[in-house]
């Protein structure tokens, strides 16, 4: 088989492609696609195919800067290029660069198609004969750990049986056999504060290294197979004995040593996620979902490791949501702003309910925003970012997201108090500000849809424009972004409260115009109100 990549920027245009042809009846296999050339060169340095073909016009590299670079990674692979009419001249230019041969989109047909690949096969078995056959069997080599890692993803995700998995073991060299299986997730903790510590382009070292470190301390007495779902997550499956038992104090070590090697050599912290042990291929979506859970657990608890009990609430969390009523809201707001000892008293029975509830972790992150909220809106003048691992200044928002513990998360709450007990102190030695009071009227009546920076200005007895000025000047942005903002945030939360139309969301925040308020989410978000719900469901 000739392994070979698609590169098109158009989703359909790659999927059409592949659906024309039965390709591997014609002796080709695909073992990888990209939407722009920087991402095919990065798969062609893996997986070294002997041919690519590509677009011309895409974003962050095009298919003349594709080919420049990749010629030089791998000087035997063929190209076919594909063009719209008005795009000939850069064909031309990419058959001066080496290309085989080019298409025109919106007029391929597969029996023209299959007289391209015939003739990159006859350029290929010259090249081969040359080199005596050397190069096809290194580009095999690397493409079989392609497909060997998208069977196994296509797997746990319920797109392939168990039996396609025996049944193509021995061509994908596939260490594990088809009896008792544990299956294990391991999770880079705090990634984000790791990928600093490498340049995107050195992203691939640190997936090597994790790699590596699994493979060297899992030894050769267990069939094992280790499957990069990203740079931060791996899974590893190993074959138990015949009886589907191990002693516990074996895994014990197994793990503990893993976790502990992570640090010492790679200088990271990961958590780990273990499932039952399944039964044989067929079982192992049912051990990836029990792994998840085991794995999502940690997200409440301190451990490095856990495994999947089924009898534990920690398996079920996914179908319970956690909700504060009116009262419960009102009543923590009224300690924010009066008591302090009583606000943290409150805020930890908040997190004891969490812990022993069995919420899902989803829900758990959107009460901590809301509280958050809730305490900002207290305070809005207070300082609202915070340094990050990297000196990025961060908003409460942005650390809620990148949180990995609920220990993390109820931190930050206790933090967000804290800085908001200091402006309070502040202010009740000098008065507020005219920006200051706009915020508190604004925060108040976001909802009005009359709410403007005119009837602010009325209500504080200030000019409109100097208003205008000092708001810029002390919170940093301008009024009708403040405005635009907080009620954007605030529409969020409603659209992931699923009982409420699009425009019932749109009533709340303020706008009597669904259209508007749609295109202003968007422009806002990026995404629509509908693909926002969707995203978050």
Same mark, same amino acid.
């Given at each position: 088989?000739?392994?070979?990549?698609?590169?098109?920027?158009?989703?359909?245009?790659?999927?059409?492609?592949?659906?024309?042809?039965?390709?591997?009846?014609? %002796? =080709? !296999?695909?073992?990888? +696609?990209?939407?722009?050339?920087? $991402? &095919? *060169?990065?798969? /062609?340095?893996?997986?070294? @195919?002997?041919?690519?073909?590509?677009?011309?016009?895409?974003?962050?590299?095009?298919?003349?800067?594709?080919?420049?670079?990749?010629?030089?990674?791998?000087?035997?692979?063929?190209?076919?290029?594909?063009?719209?009419?008005?795009?000939?001249?850069?064909?031309?230019?990419?058959?001066?660069?080496?290309?085989?041969?080019?298409?025109?989109?919106?007029?391929?047909?597969?029996?023209?198609?299959?007289?391209?690949?015939?003739?990159?096969?006859?350029?290929?078995?010259?090249?081969?004969?040359?080199?005596?056959?050397?190069?096809?069997?290194?580009?095999?080599?690397?493409?079989?750990?392609?497909?060997?890692?998208?069977?196994?993803?296509?797997?746990?995700? %319920? =797109? !392939?049986?168990?039996? +396609?998995?025996?049944?193509?073991? $021995? &061509? *994908?060299?596939? /260490?594990?056999?088809?009896? @008792?299986?544990?299956?294990?997730?391991?999770?880079?903790?705090?990634?984000?504060?790791?990928?600093?510590?490498?340049?995107?382009?050195?992203?691939?070292?640190?997936?090597?290294?994790?790699?590596?470190?699994?493979?060297?301390?899992?030894?050769?007495?267990?069939?094992?197979?280790?499957?990069?779902?990203?740079?931060?997550?791996?899974?590893?499956?190993?074959?138990?004995?015949?009886?589907?038992?191990?002693?516990?104090?074996?895994?014990?070590?197994?793990?503990?040593?893993?976790?502990?090697?992570?640090?010492?050599?790679?200088?990271?912290?990961?958590?780990?996620?273990?499932?039952?042990?399944?039964?044989?291929?067929?079982?192992?979506?049912?051990?990836?979902?029990?792994?998840?859970?085991?794995?999502?657990?940690?997200?409440?608890?301190?451990?490095?490791?856990?495994?999947?009990?089924?009898?534990?609430?920690?398996?079920?969390?996914?179908?319970?949501?956690?909700?504060?009523?009116?009262?419960?809201?009102?009543?923590?707001?009224?300690?924010?702003?009066?008591?302090?000892?009583?606000?943290?008293?409150?805020?930890?029975?908040?997190?004891?309910?969490?812990?022993?509830?069995?919420?899902?972790?989803?829900?758990?992150?959107?009460?901590?925003?809301?509280?958050?909220?809730?305490?900002?809106?207290?305070?809005?003048?207070?300082?609202?970012?915070?340094?990050?691992?990297?000196?990025?200044?961060?908003?409460?928002?942005?650390?809620?997201?990148?949180?990995?513990?609920?220990?993390?998360?109820?931190?930050?709450?206790?933090?967000?108090?804290?800085?908001?007990?200091?402006?309070?102190?502040?202010?009740?030695?000098?008065?507020?500000?005219?920006?200051?009071?706009?915020?508190?009227?604004?925060?108040?009546?976001?909802?009005?849809?009359?709410?403007?920076?005119?009837?602010?200005?009325?209500?504080?007895?200030?000019?409109?424009?100097?208003?205008?000025?000092?708001?810029?000047?002390?919170?940093?942005?301008?009024?009708?972004?403040?405005?635009?903002?907080?009620?954007?945030?605030?529409?969020?939360?409603?659209?992931?409260?699923?009982?409420?139309?699009?425009?019932?969301?749109?009533?709340?925040?303020?706008?009597?115009?669904?259209?508007?308020?749609?295109?202003?989410?968007?422009?806002?978000?990026?995404?629509?109100?509908?693909?926002?719900?969707?995203?978050?469901?």
């Amino acid at each position: 088989m000739i392994p070979f990549i698609i590169v098109d920027d158009e989703l359909l245009m790659r999927i059409g492609l592949k659906w024309m042809l039965d390709w591997e009846s014609l %002796g =080709f !296999r695909l073992v990888g +696609e990209a939407s722009n050339g920087q $991402e &095919a *060169l990065e798969l /062609a340095e893996r997986l070294r @195919p002997s041919l690519i073909i590509t677009d011309i016009k895409m974003p962050v590299m095009d298919g003349l800067a594709l080919i420049r670079e990749a010629s030089r990674l791998l000087p035997d692979c063929q190209f076919v290029i594909m063009s719209v009419l008005d795009e000939f001249q850069y064909a031309q230019e990419a058959i001066r660069l080496g290309a085989s041969d080019y298409l025109i989109k919106g007029d391929i047909k597969p029996e023209q198609l299959q007289q391209v690949l015939a003739g990159v096969r006859r350029n290929l078995e010259k090249l081969w004969a040359a080199g005596g056959g050397s190069v096809l069997a290194g580009e095999l080599k690397e493409g079989i750990g392609y497909l060997k890692e998208t069977l196994f993803k296509e797997l746990i995700s %319920g =797109f !392939r049986g168990g039996e +396609e998995v025996a049944e193509r073991r $021995e &061509a *994908l060299h596939i /260490a594990l056999e088809d009896g @008792p299986v544990l299956l294990t997730k391991l999770r880079i903790d705090r990634f984000e504060e790791v990928r600093q510590k490498y340049q995107e382009q050195d992203e691939k070292l640190l997936r090597y290294a994790v790699v590596n470190v699994i493979e060297e301390l899992v030894s050769r007495q267990w069939n094992r197979e280790i499957i990069i779902e990203s740079s931060s997550e791996y899974l590893l499956f190993m074959n138990l004995p015949a009886s589907g038992e191990v002693p516990g104090e074996t895994l014990d070590g197994l793990f503990a040593t893993l976790v502990q090697a992570m640090r010492d050599f790679l200088g990271i912290s990961v958590s780990l996620g273990v499932s039952a042990p399944a039964s044989g291929f067929h079982a192992l979506k049912k051990a990836f979902q029990e792994a998840e859970a085991a794995i999502g657990e940690l997200f409440f608890r301190e451990e490095a490791v856990r495994y999947f009990v089924p009898e534990a609430r920690g398996g079920q969390r996914e179908t319970r949501e956690l909700h504060l009523d009116q009262a419960e809201m009102a009543e923590f707001r009224r300690l924010v702003l009066t008591d302090d000892e009583g606000a943290r008293g409150y805020a930890e029975a908040i997190r004891s309910r969490c812990v022993d509830g069995a919420y899902s972790e989803k829900s758990v992150r959107q009460l901590y925003a809301r509280l958050l909220l809730l305490i900002m809106s207290a305070y809005p003048h207070a300082p609202e970012e915070q340094g990050g691992a990297d000196g990025q200044r961060l908003t409460p928002y942005e650390r809620i997201l990148l949180a990995e513990r609920l220990s993390d998360l109820h931190g930050l709450l206790l933090e967000t108090l804290r800085h908001q007990r200091d402006s309070r102190e502040l202010d009740a030695v000098q008065p507020k500000s005219y920006a200051q009071q706009a915020c508190d009227i604004v925060i108040e009546r976001y909802a009005d849809e009359d709410i403007s920076l005119q009837t602010v200005a009325d209500a504080i007895s200030v000019n409109a424009s100097y208003l205008s000025r000092v708001f810029k000047q002390e919170i940093g942005v301008t009024f009708v972004s403040f405005l635009t903002r907080l009620r954007i945030d605030q529409a969020k939360y409603y659209l992931k409260q699923r009982h409420l139309k699009i425009y019932e969301v749109a009533s709340r925040v303020g706008y009597s115009n669904t259209t508007y308020f749609s295109k202003l989410f968007k422009k806002v978000t990026g995404v629509s109100p509908e693909e926002y719900r969707g995203l978050s469901s």
